[in-house]
Nanobody
Framework: QVQLVESGGGLVQAGGSLRLSCAAS????????MGWHRQAPGKQRELVAG???????NYADSVKGRFTISRDNAKNTVYLQMNSLEPEDTGVYYC?????????WGQGTQVTVSS
């Protein structure tokens, strides 16, 4: 069984920054692909950023240049540094890890950006 625990969400003014963390635990090896999705009210869940074991990254166009994803393989932890936040970044952010042929998800952390 895989558990993902997210932290770091909150309320911030536009232009501010937040750093999300997600630690994976359970019967998994290190170095699996990890990343973040988000879901805004009334919208579908969308990919924000992903990172491979070799630290290759991909980002949604809307966050390129503002968000940075990184990882610590030894800790099975992924981070999302979010700068220059905009009200459109508001939503629930979900961490995932790909293991055993499927994605496993965290419970989500709320990010609210006020204008």
């Amino acid at each position: 069984q895989v558990q993902l625990v997210e932290s770091g969400g909150g309320l911030v003014q536009a232009g501010g920054s937040l750093r999300l963390s997600c630690a994976a635990s359970g019967s998994i090896s290190s170095g699996n692909p990890m990343g973040w999705h988000r879901q805004a009210p009334g919208k579908q869940r969308e990919l924000v950023a992903g990172i491979t074991s070799g630290s290759n990254t991909n980002y949604a166009d809307s966050v390129k240049g503002r968000f940075t994803i990184s990882r610590d393989n030894a800790k099975n932890t992924v981070y999302l540094q979010m700068n220059s936040l905009e009200p459109e970044d508001t939503g629930v952010y979900y961490c995932y890890i790909r293991w055993g042929g499927r994605a496993h998800w965290g419970q989500g952390t709320q990010v609210t950006v006020s204008s």
